[in-house]
């Protein structure tokens, strides 16, 4: 199957700094890639649908300055939390579906850790 | 608007017996369907998905489940329950509007005692 590598596994900063999450598909391009985030022992919320080449598409609630979303290529999107706070201390995860291809599964990432100090 | 409920936000079952995991969706149109499973501080795997051909869908490590339209229910079930699968499971459904937004369930946190 096709495979999602997200980077890094687990990260701790410091409140105020800046971190950088990749989301690479490795065997396959993904037009479009989704970024999760999820609450210890809740569900996945969307919050961000990455798309190639153009703006990023949020969620109601998820604020843009805050989640910086980069879609340079077709097998990378990268998620920079900006001013990280404790609050923003949550389990990230992304998704990519096989370019072109609607209504199939999604392929996610291992999941990044954040954990602000 | 897709959504899905899953009843019960744990599980337990003994090991060797009979795992159903309940899901119950909502959509005005045909939906598609999934289930992922993740394990502590992973990512999520898929399970199996239903994209309107056979009701009975069969997926990996033993699981299947069967769409009901009739009941609005896409439950997961396996015969015989194993300690590996001890984990977070979750049901899914593609959002209308394509891009394959997925909406997910709260999930059931499934238990195997020996």
Redesign the interface.
């Known amino acids: ?1 096709a495979v ?1 590598s ?1 980077h890094p ?1 687990w990260v701790i900063c410091k409140s105020g700094t800046s971190v950088k999450i990749e989301c690479r598909s490795l065997d396959f391009q993904a037009t ?1 890639m ?1 970024w999760y985030r999820q609450f210890p ?4 919320m ?1 919050m961000a ?1 990455s798309n190639e080449g153009s703006k990023a598409t949020y969620e109601q609630g998820v604020e843009k300055d805050k989640f910086l979303i980069n879609h340079a290529s077709l097998t990378l999107s990268t998620l920079t939390v900006t001013s990280a706070h404790p609050e923003d201390s949550s ?1 990230y ?1 992304c ?1 990519a ?1 096989l370019a072109g291809r ?10 990044t ?1 954040l954990t602000v100090v | 608007a897709q959504s899905v409920t899953q009843l019960g936000s744990h599980v337990s079952v003994s090991e060797g017996a009979l795992v159903l995991l309940r899901c119950n969706y909502s959509s005005s149109v045909p939906p598609y369907l999934f289930w992922y499973v993740q394990y502590p501080n992973q990512g999520l795997q898929l399970l199996l998905k239903y994209t309107s051909a056979a009701t009975l869908v069969k997926g990996i490590n033993g699981f299947e489940a069967e769409f009901k339209k009739s009941e609005t229910s896409f439950h997961l079930t396996k015969p015989s329950a194993h300690m590996s699968d001890a984990a977070e499971y979750f049901c899914a459904v593609i959002r209308s509007g394509g891009y394959n937004k997925l909406i997910f369930g709260a999930g059931t946190r499934l238990a195997v005692h020996p």
């Open positions: 199957g999602v997200q596994s479009t989704f022992k809740q569900s996945l969307l649908t389990f995860i998704s579906s609607w209504n199939t599964e999604a392929f996610f990432g291992q999941g850790r």
